[in-house]
């Protein structure tokens, strides 16, 4: 018999003692998870739920897919990362303080993304990539009634319809509003905010900037 046959087969004793090896808990789990700073996916996950969120934020009266999406993951990565940093404060502060900056980036990304959100900065700088695009449309359709334009991008939004009622032009977007229709509105004249207008029906305007309102219509 040859001393290969009759020696410790290797596969054999590495497949024993991984067998006999103690699982880890639950608990030592959560810890090493912790104990790593934020990787790859995690930070890059955290950018893209800011993006999404601003892009619901340039959409008049919100946009209801992202707006999910966005409240959704946002909930969720911001439940992973407390309590992620939770464990680390109690079993690994070293690891904190010497990967800071990773640590550092969700937090980042969140402040700029609902600073960006609370200023409106993507509302008006979508409107003002579109507001020369906007108003040629009411001029090339020369008609003060509703004209429905399905979907046709104008500028950076997509329209349903477009019309004119007492001076005021209203921009119905595709999508807009989470739970009412939404669209934008342009009037040289100032509108009142907050509150329903007399001649223009149900709709309640916001103020965005210069001749730009936001309508939703209640």
Known sequence: MSASASGPQPDRSVAKLIEIAEKPTLGRRLINWASRPPGRLYIPAC??????????????????????????????????????????????????????????????????????????VPLQSRIAASSDRL??????????????LNGERVGLYRLRSVSENEDVTHYAVEGAGL?????????????????????????IYEHVSGDWYVWVDH
């Open 47 to 120: 950018a893209i739920i800011g993006l999404v969120l601003l892009f619901e934020d340039s959409v008049p009266g919100g946009h209801l897919p992202t707006f999910i999406i966005g409240l959704g993951g946002g909930l969720l990565l911001a439940g992973m990362g407390a309590l992620r940093l939770g464990i680390a404060l109690a079993v690994a502060r070293p690891m904190i303080r010497h990967y800071w900056l990773r640590w550092l980036g969700a937090p980042l990304i969140a402040i700029v993304a609902l600073g960006l959100a609370v200023a409106d």
């Open 179 to 203: 739970f009412k229709p939404a669209g934008l509105a342009h009037s040289t004249e100032e509108i009142p905010v907050g509150v329903f207008v007399p001649g223009q029906g149900s709709r």
């Open 135 to 148: 108003l040629e449309v009411p001029e090339e359709t020369g008609t003060a009634t509703a004209v429905p």
